[in-house]
């Protein structure tokens, strides 16, 4: 498996921003799709974001579709989520997920298709 650690959480105003970083180990991350999915207090963990092995496709929840954008970087072994126009409602901990297995390039909502996960990292949106 892949270990992966977020970093760049925290506490933030309405329509603020911020970038959420997820650095992996290995010497697969390139083969390996990359995912962001959300959980708020009392809820399940959700879809974010997806992005493909070599980052040329992606796919967004609806709810962050034109505000979140996630993008990689094979050399630094690092897949980023920039958050813009943040609200309330996105006020979760991040988890960063991966397919170490690379079994798969097409990004993908499916929980269950990603076996790696970080630690998370609490993101905050004040109104």
């Known amino acids: 498996q892949v270990q992966l650690v977020e970093s760049g959480g925290g506490l933030v105003h309405a329509g603020g921003s911020l970038r959420l970083s997820c650095a992996a180990s290995g010497r697969t991350f390139s083969r390996n799709l990359m995912g962001w999915f959300r959980q708020a207090p009392g809820k399940e963990r959700d879809f974010v974001a997806s992005?493909?092995?070599?980052?040329?496709?992606?796919k967004y929840a609806a709810s962050v579709e034109g505000r979140f954008t996630i993008t990689r970087d094979n050399s630094k072994n690092t897949v980023y989520l920039q958050m813009d126009s943040l609200k309330p409602e996105d006020t979760a901990v991040y988890y960063c997920?991966?397919?170490?297995?690379?079994?798969?390039?097409?990004?993908?909502?499916?929980?269950?298709?990603?076996?790696?996960w970080g630690q998370g990292t609490q993101v905050t949106v004040s109104s």
């Open positions: 992005i493909s092995p070599s980052g040329g496709s992606t």
């Open positions: 997920a991966a397919d170490s297995f690379g079994f798969r390039v097409i990004p993908t909502v499916l929980i269950g298709n990603y076996d790696s």
